[in-house]
């Protein structure tokens, strides 16, 4: 509808958002389980020209993945892709890094020269420097 004409959405079960007349799209390059796929790539030009009519005006404005081979190099092509992106003027997010929380975990594409990197603080495996008490050694404790 007209947003602009909205007196209020206090009675909406869902209120509109930040962007209501955003468009969402997903698109899905990996399996069901997991591993490494050769459709990012096909995915990212995607983003670059949805309708592959050679025009980039109608390109994604915002790009999200949670890519990330540790140990890539930071030249290497979806690197390269994204630079290419956010040339265009896309928005790209990507993680930091998806092996957990060790030292320079960084992989590509979110190491790459452009693009917008963010990281998860907390790794996979939690450790806690923490002793727990089953027992006191004196009960009136």
Known sequence: GDYSALGSVLD?????????????????????????????????????????????????????????????PADDPESLQVSELTALGTTVVLSAGNEGDIEDVGGSPGNGFAGLAVAWSVGKDLAFDATEVTEASDPAL
Request: cysteine-free.
């Open 12 to 72: 909406w079960p869902v209120g509109p958002g930040t962007a209501p007349m955003a468009k969402l799209y997903a698109l899905k390059v990996f399996g069901d389980v997991a591993g490494s796929t050769s459709l990012s790539s096909l995915a990212l030009d995607w983003a670059a020209d949805p309708d592959s009519d050679g025009s980039f005006d109608d390109r994604i404005d915002v790009l999200n993945l949670s890519l990330g081979a540790a140990g890539a």
